[in-house]
């Protein structure tokens, strides 16, 4: 199964088209031509802030509204994983969440393959680094939320490795859920 998830809004899914073009390509890469309408689909609940979980594959789709409980993350662990593959977001996230559990006292872990960074468990990542917020151009999942502010040109994909952390003076945090969102103290150990 793989997995789309959405931030609502007061009873608005917010940035529905990003979602749907994710769907389509992860569906197309599986050699399905299967197409669901989300527009058409998603109802979340009228009041308040909810995380919409699209479970789906090429037969199925399943729909589930949680309320949105932000997660605060000031501190982030670099942890190597060059095997790891996440270019589709499935349901399953066994590896991430044991690459998760090496976070030691740290918030959560920043993920390097082959030498370059990409995302934590839970989100894309930017540095700013000369004035200009960089995300890593090969990150384990294309977010929609990156998607969209690499589209508006707040951030830009560059090749980041272990050792720009020490040339940036900002760290954040992007996801559909949280946004764009400084790490309260840019601690990356």
């Not at 918030?107 to 934590?120: E, Q, S």
């Not at 707040?154 to 720009?164: C, S, W, Y």
């Not at 040339?167 to 992007?174: E, G, I, Q, R, V």
Request: net charge negative.
């Amino acid at each position: 199964m793989l997995l789309e998830t959405l931030r609502c809004e007061e009873g608005i899914p917010l940035h529905l088209p990003y979602h749907q073009q994710r769907m389509e390509r992860s569906l197309r890469a599986l050699g399905s031509e299967c197409r669901y309408r989300l527009e058409a689909l998603i109802a979340p609940p009228a009041e308040g802030i909810y995380r919409c979980r699209v479970l789906y594959d090429a037969e199925s789709i399943r729909i589930e509204y949680h309320p949105y409980v932000p997660r605060v993350i000031s501190s982030l662990k670099i942890i190597r994983a060059d095997d790891l593959d996440y270019r589709l977001k499935y349901a399953d996230r066994s590896r991430l969440n044991e690459l998760f559990e090496q976070r030691g006292e740290c918030d959560d872990v920043l993920i390097v393959r082959n030498g370059f960074l990409t995302d934590t468990t839970i989100a894309n990542v930017a540095l700013r680094i000369g004035g200009r917020w960089l995300t890593p151009e090969a990150p384990l999942l294309e977010g929609t939320t990156r998607a969209r502010l690499i589209e508006e040109g707040f951030v830009t994909p560059a090749p980041l490795r272990p050792d720009d952390i020490a040339k940036s003076d900002k760290t954040a945090l992007m996801n559909v859920m949280m946004g764009f969102v400084e790490v309260e103290n840019g601690i990356i150990s």
